[in-house]
């Protein structure tokens, strides 16, 4: 026996009158009507800056590494920057998919999709870079254990660069997995709806022949299930190995214990910041206000202000290990070239600390939570700030380290290596204006699922049972 | 290919739906399947199925993956290439601890996602038959299968009076095909009540 319907003290996750159908006319609007003028001028822009980066990857490809400002000194920087920039940006999706299922929530539903999506994107972008920091890019399979005639000679089963190249390419397998076994239902339903010949051949193969069988659904429950099990670990180890990358090694400012729940925290501070840059435009173009409510970006604003909270936690216990240690190599990193705003990169510390830690704090106050602008905003200065945490601990802990002769003139960009992020943002966009126009940009079945029970116009049925007294609640409803 | 008779109901309520099937089941009748455009939770019991073991197969492919790259990693490491780094142990069994846990998860998470796609026959281009159009979007689509003894007449009477907003029988391929929708169209032949 289980409730029907969920206490009024919830907030509905559908607002409006709806029934079934009326669920699928929404959500499947987008994809069945022309696209509008916006969306042909937001997708030329996407396209405008992916060719832009398609060329500085051409130049960086054909000239070598030295079309980029890196040094002996200064190996890694923006393009490691930006690696480790996109992949936390692509931890949110699977965060929501994965961990939310798990302890049942239910407003995942309205947006895990996008989310999902955005995590496969980023994870694609992310992955460019270490890709073509090879410089040899046509060797990039040499990453892959495989029997080989040169030696063979196996990679190091013991780098975490190694392991990095496994947890990236299992996360996408998963996450791309993951995602498209929850669209499968969804194509099915824009199939079968197809007023063209094309659309129903196109979304046909898409389906995959799903029909809703029960036996289907029942196995399909299994496997969303045993995948969000999967994931929720893999979620925690991508970003963990990531960090790994810094903290085996002997740089300071790199190598500290802290660095796996601290990157692990950012990276879903900066993923959800992500999804609300995107979902709070997606709402709003395609009229979704219904499925995406306020309550849903409520909920991930208390999740950007925890772990904001957990990050900020993180930086000042890096400064307190800093002094506390009497290491003069730390004391050096973290007390003067990041936390004393006038060395040559204190600014990106100082950045960081606003944008990071100071700024979320606003989301403590409900009415700032629900303020659509304020949103928008502060999910804007978060993926800056975070975008300058990773600076700040790959540049500043490389250009001064234990060799004074060794220490770096001053590394900014050039206009490749910027040209070559830009990139990815067109490549990024791309996809995702794809995306909200061929595919269900929500979950159809699974809003289906919970509608009856969260649906605004569905909730005054609680009423009654509500109303009972505890004993014959508890008799009635309990397992 | 087998083509085989059908009596459809369909339902735009759940809670019609549920006593609707324990009544069709009562009667005696074979249901073939209920279309549902999304998992209406305890159906699958309401129709008598069995639990789904997809999760066990998961099981075993992630111990699958786990024995894979322990056995891969160690072999290569103490057997085939034993490489000196750092004058560390070859068989570093901490440091394989994260290509280890990553290949159980894509291992149980490939194959149960192949499993799976296996077991319900989904594949791109294959195609198969609907009962209605609207098994996606708001019915639920129940299909009784029928025997040379069955009364289509009571049965559709009966469907109808549990609630079945939409009834009709069709003669319908049960298995799955490759090829387009317009053959679909002509394998469906639907007959007339």
Partial sequence: MHIKYESQLREPLVYGNKDYHQVTEDILRPIETKPTRLWYIGFSIAVLLLSFGAYSVYREVTYGIGQWNLNKTIGWGWDITNFVWWVGIGHAGTLISAVLLLFRQGWRTGVNRAAEAMTIFAVMCAGQFPIFHMGRVWMAFFVMPYPNSRGPLWVNFNSPLLWDVFAISTYFTVSLLFWYSGLIPDFATVRDRAFTKLRKKLYGIAAFGWTGSTKHWQRHESLSLVLAGLSTPLVLSVHTIVSFDFATSVIPGWHTTIFPPYFVAGAIFSGFAMVQSLLIIVRKVFALEDYITIGHIDLMNKVIVLTGSIVGIAYLTELFMGWYSQNKYEGYTFWYSRAYLFSPYGWSYWGMMACNVLSPQIFWSRKMRRNVFVTFFMSIIVNIGMWFERFV??????????????????????????????????????????????????AVAEIKYVLKRSGESFKPGMEGIEAQPLDKFVHDNAH | MAQKKFVVGCFDDEAVLFPAVKQVRTAGYKIKDVYTPFAVHGLDHALGMRETSLHTAGFIYGITGTTTAISAISWIFTKDWPLNIGGKPHFALP?????????????????????????????????????????????????????????????????????????????????????????????AGQVSM
């Fill in chain 1, 393 to 442: 601990i790959i540049v500043t802990s490389l250009y001064r380290d234990y060799l004074p002769s060794s220490w770096s003139v001053y590394y900014s960009p050039t206009i490749w290596e910027i040209g070559f992020y830009v990139g990815t943002f067109g490549l990024f966009f791309t996809c995702f204006f794809l995306f909200a126009k061929y595919f269900p940009v929500i």
């Fill in chain 2, 95 to 187: 440091a394989w601890i994260p290509i280890i846990f990553e290949l159980t998860v894509l291992f149980a998470a490939v194959g149960m996602v192949l499993t799976f796609c296996y077991l319900c026959q989904l594949a791109p281009g294959v195609k198969k038959h609907h009962f209605h159009k609207r098994a996606t979007d708001d019915l639920f689509v129940m299909a009784i299968e029928c025997t040379d003894k069955t009364n289509t007449d009571d049965l559709l009477a009966l469907l109808k009076a549990n609630g079945a907003v939409e009834t009709d029988v069709q003669v319908a391929e049960e298995d799955w095909w490759f090829g387009t929708y317009d053959k679909e169209e002509k394998l």
